[in-house]
């Protein structure tokens, strides 16, 4: 799967505080450290980037190249700041994200032609965020298709279901895999992407890395085309790398309602086992799920 | 031509857990269905029919509505008298509310409010809920001493919530009773209440509370609530959700002031509540007003 590290995202007190300071070490290490950790982009998240828009995206995607070479993501809701990262990006970007709102189609998606960046289009509408598969795969066709009608073609859109967190709404999890299922067949051509640790926001921190491991192995499964997600997280990589195969036969088997010895397994294995179980919807979330 | 129809049958792999409160011959047995509520026509057995309680405070409540306290005029002020006159309409539980012991009210000590709840257990024929005050830290010291002082007579005490299960957990094992786990209209809170709890607890003792919001203030949450929890229960097996259910409704509803302004909304409020609830799978209903008691009984063909 394609990895997009998340790590540079203004959310982190450490991020905002590199920002504000113009600490280029800093954004530069997190740069390298995903670099290292082997993501195929960096995701620049600037947030909502209310103040002083331009200055900051310039240094931000400048110091950034100057330390890696990986294409990167812009992430913002300001058309502004995205303006100035697109046409600073040494390679193809990817412009993260527009959605079926209105001003969002006109004002951000026009700019994904201007600079032939590939795009992730959300499933989000003026009417809010679609709950099951099949108004997902409505509100998105509709989506895409404009954004055929302004020359993007299906290939360069890069399709975001919208993951909420378990903690929030369990079947959430489930109606995204149904979704990435039939995407293919609605919209052939287009790839897909998610905020993979949106789904474990709200629930112990200690245990996030595992929810979110479980859930890229079921979205692998499922067609998913890359995840954006915690690039620090190594035991997410190695997966991604096919180093843990008896962990990912493990969780297909609960996909498939195969019967497991529990008995038989590490604890680490049946903790995957039984994350899997909750984001299949077979077992009730609770913030001790593992200890179920 | 005919066309033949045979109604599908669902039959279910997980059950409720049955438990006991009371003893000897005061025993309520609540809970043990391996089907979904009401659904006689799927395989499976419902054994015990939905309770209903009836509430009794250990002081003269101050806001109920004139209506409510008529059925209890003369016995208002002696929680004994109050107990026996409720048992006389028909509860098969009585549910005591120990709303004397808050730090807001009199704040009346742990040892005086044992005292009390003995003598209430030991003067009525039927088993005997508590519930502490709302003050957390107080509820923790009143039902342990409860616990203590009423030890054997297997009483459901509550509730116990996840800043005080602890203490009230141990005291309830170590004392031969059953306890009220309660968390506030969140079914994924629940079982991790409930988890908590079971790991020095043992589950045949616990049965959930999950609040019980009235009509026109949240009934479909609660409702939902407790159809999700007998489904994850019934259907999925969940371990962590099969236990019974209590709807303590009596009070919110007759907080309302669509209650309090008239009787007979009252009565119905009280009575649309407990009847919802109990289809959405409550195994017992703590009400307030015996006529509401008798109609939801008449209802269901309860005795």
């Given at each position: 799967m394609i990895i997009i590290g998340e790590n540079i995202h203004i959310i982190s007190k450490a991020v905002s505080g590199a920002i504000k300071s113009r600490d280029a070490q800093a954004i530069q290490e997190l740069a390298m450290a995903q670099s290292q950790a082997g993501v195929h982009y960096i995701d620049l998240n600037l947030g909502p980037a209310t103040k002083d828009p331009i200055a900051m995206t310039e240094w931000l995607v400048k110091?950034?190249?100057?330390?890696?070479?990986?294409?990167l993501s812009i992430d913002t809701l300001s058309p502004v700041a995205m303006d100035v990262g697109l046409k600073m990006c040494k390679r193809r970007p990817l412009l993260n994200s527009i959605s079926g709102k209105?001003?969002?189609?006109?004002?951000?998606?026009?700019?994904?032609?201007?600079?032939s960046a590939e795009v992730v289009v959300s499933v989000l509408t003026d009417k809010g965020c679609p709950m099951d598969a099949a108004s997902r795969a409505e509100s998105i066709m509709e989506t895409v298709a404009h954004a055929n009608s302004l020359g993007i073609p299906n290939e360069d859109i890069w399709v975001d279901p919208i993951l909420l967190p378990v903690n929030a709404d369990q079947s959430q999890a489930k109606e995204v895999m149904e979704f990435i299922k039939i995407l293919p067949d609605i919209l052939p051509g287009v790839k897909s992407t998610l905020g993979?640790?949106?789904?474990?926001?709200?629930?112990?921190?200690?245990?996030r890395g595992m929810l979110n491991r479980t859930y890229m192995i079921m979205l692998g499964r499922c067609g998913m085309y890359s995840v954006i997600?915690?690039?620090?997280?190594?035991?997410?990589?190695?997966?991604?790398?096919?180093?843990?195969?008896?962990?990912?036969?493990l969780v297909y088997q609960v996909m498939d309602g195969e019967s497991i010895d529990m008995a038989s397994l590490p604890a680490d294995a049946r903790d995957y086992v039984k994350t899997a179980r909750v984001l299949k919807g077979e077992t009730l979330y609770s913030h001790s799920w593992l200890e179920d | 031509m005919t066309i033949q129809y045979k109604a599908p049958i669902e039959a279910y792999t997980g059950a409720v857990r049955e438990i006991t409160i009371g003893t000897g011959s005061k025993t309520l047995k609540m809970g043990g269905e391996n089907a979904l509520p009401f659904h006689f026509f799927d395989q499976g057995a419902i054994p015990n029919p939905p309770?209903?309680?009836?509430?009794?405070?250990?002081m003269p409540p101050g806001d109920w509505a004139q209506w409510v306290l008529e059925p209890y005029q003369d016995v208002i002020a002696d929680p004994v008298a109050w107990a026996k006159k409720a048992v006389e309409y028909g509860a098969d539980a009585l549910s005591l509310h120990l709303a004397s012991a808050d730090p807001g009210a009199a704040d009346t000590p742990p040892e005086a409010s044992a005292e009390m709840v003995k003598s209430v257990a030991e003067a009525i024929p039927v088993p005997l809920i508590v519930y502490g005050p709302d003050d957390e830290k107080k509820n923790a010291a009143v039902l342990v001493k409860v616990a203590e002082v009423c030890q054997g007579q297997n009483l459901l005490l509550g509730p116990a919530v996840k800043e005080n299960y602890e203490v009230i957990a141990k005291a309830v094992l170590e004392h031969g009773?059953?306890?009220?786990?309660?968390?506030?209209?969140?079914?994924?809170?629940?079982?991790?209440?409930?988890?908590?709890?079971?790991?020095?607890?043992?589950?045949?003792?616990v049965v959930i509370d999950p609040e019980s919001p009235t009509l026109g203030y949240g009934l479909e949450y609660g409702f939902s609530i407790m159809e999700r929890t007998k489904q994850t229960g019934v259907i999925f097996k969940d371990n962590m959700t099969q236990m019974p259910i209590i709807a303590n409704l009596g009070s919110t509803c007759w907080k309302t002031k669509e209650a309090k302004e008239n009787r007979k909304q009252g009565m119905?409020?009280?009575?649309?509540?407990?009847?919802?609830?109990?289809?959405?799978?409550?195994?017992?209903?703590?009400?307030?007003?015996?006529?509401?008691?008798?109609?939801?009984?008449?209802?269901?063909?309860?005795?």
């Amino acid at each position: 799967m394609i990895i997009i590290g998340e790590n540079i995202h203004i959310i982190s007190k450490a991020v905002s505080g590199a920002i504000k300071s113009r600490d280029a070490q800093a954004i530069q290490e997190l740069a390298m450290a995903q670099s290292q950790a082997g993501v195929h982009y960096i995701d620049l998240n600037l947030g909502p980037a209310t103040k002083d828009p331009i200055a900051m995206t310039e240094w931000l995607v400048k110091t950034v190249q100057a330390a890696v070479d990986l294409p990167l993501s812009i992430d913002t809701l300001s058309p502004v700041a995205m303006d100035v990262g697109l046409k600073m990006c040494k390679r193809r970007p990817l412009l993260n994200s527009i959605s079926g709102k209105a001003d969002s189609k006109e004002h951000m998606l026009p700019l994904a032609k201007k600079y032939s960046a590939e795009v992730v289009v959300s499933v989000l509408t003026d009417k809010g965020c679609p709950m099951d598969a099949a108004s997902r795969a409505e509100s998105i066709m509709e989506t895409v298709a404009h954004a055929n009608s302004l020359g993007i073609p299906n290939e360069d859109i890069w399709v975001d279901p919208i993951l909420l967190p378990v903690n929030a709404d369990q079947s959430q999890a489930k109606e995204v895999m149904e979704f990435i299922k039939i995407l293919p067949d609605i919209l052939p051509g287009v790839k897909s992407t998610l905020g993979l640790s949106n789904l474990s926001n709200g629930t112990p921190p200690q245990l996030r890395g595992m929810l979110n491991r479980t859930y890229m192995i079921m979205l692998g499964r499922c067609g998913m085309y890359s995840v954006i997600a915690d690039a620090l997280d190594r035991q997410l990589m190695a997966i991604n790398r096919g180093e843990m195969p008896e962990i990912v036969k493990l969780v297909y088997q609960v996909m498939d309602g195969e019967s497991i010895d529990m008995a038989s397994l590490p604890a680490d294995a049946r903790d995957y086992v039984k994350t899997a179980r909750v984001l299949k919807g077979e077992t009730l979330y609770s913030h001790s799920w593992l200890e179920d | 031509m005919t066309i033949q129809y045979k109604a599908p049958i669902e039959a279910y792999t997980g059950a409720v857990r049955e438990i006991t409160i009371g003893t000897g011959s005061k025993t309520l047995k609540m809970g043990g269905e391996n089907a979904l509520p009401f659904h006689f026509f799927d395989q499976g057995a419902i054994p015990n029919p939905p309770h209903l309680a009836l509430e009794v405070w250990d002081m003269p409540p101050g806001d109920w509505a004139q209506w409510v306290l008529e059925p209890y005029q003369d016995v208002i002020a002696d929680p004994v008298a109050w107990a026996k006159k409720a048992v006389e309409y028909g509860a098969d539980a009585l549910s005591l509310h120990l709303a004397s012991a808050d730090p807001g009210a009199a704040d009346t000590p742990p040892e005086a409010s044992a005292e009390m709840v003995k003598s209430v257990a030991e003067a009525i024929p039927v088993p005997l809920i508590v519930y502490g005050p709302d003050d957390e830290k107080k509820n923790a010291a009143v039902l342990v001493k409860v616990a203590e002082v009423c030890q054997g007579q297997n009483l459901l005490l509550g509730p116990a919530v996840k800043e005080n299960y602890e203490v009230i957990a141990k005291a309830v094992l170590e004392h031969g009773h059953c306890l009220i786990a309660q968390t506030s209209l969140d079914i994924n809170l629940m079982k991790e209440l409930n988890i908590k709890i079971c790991k020095s607890f043992p589950p045949e003792r616990v049965v959930i509370d999950p609040e019980s919001p009235t009509l026109g203030y949240g009934l479909e949450y609660g409702f939902s609530i407790m159809e999700r929890t007998k489904q994850t229960g019934v259907i999925f097996k969940d371990n962590m959700t099969q236990m019974p259910i209590i709807a303590n409704l009596g009070s919110t509803c007759w907080k309302t002031k669509e209650a309090k302004e008239n009787r007979k909304q009252g009565m119905l409020w009280e009575g649309i509540t407990a009847v919802s609830l109990l289809l959405a799978g409550a195994n017992i209903a703590v009400l307030r007003h015996p006529e509401t008691l008798r109609h939801v009984k008449t209802l269901f063909g309860l005795k």
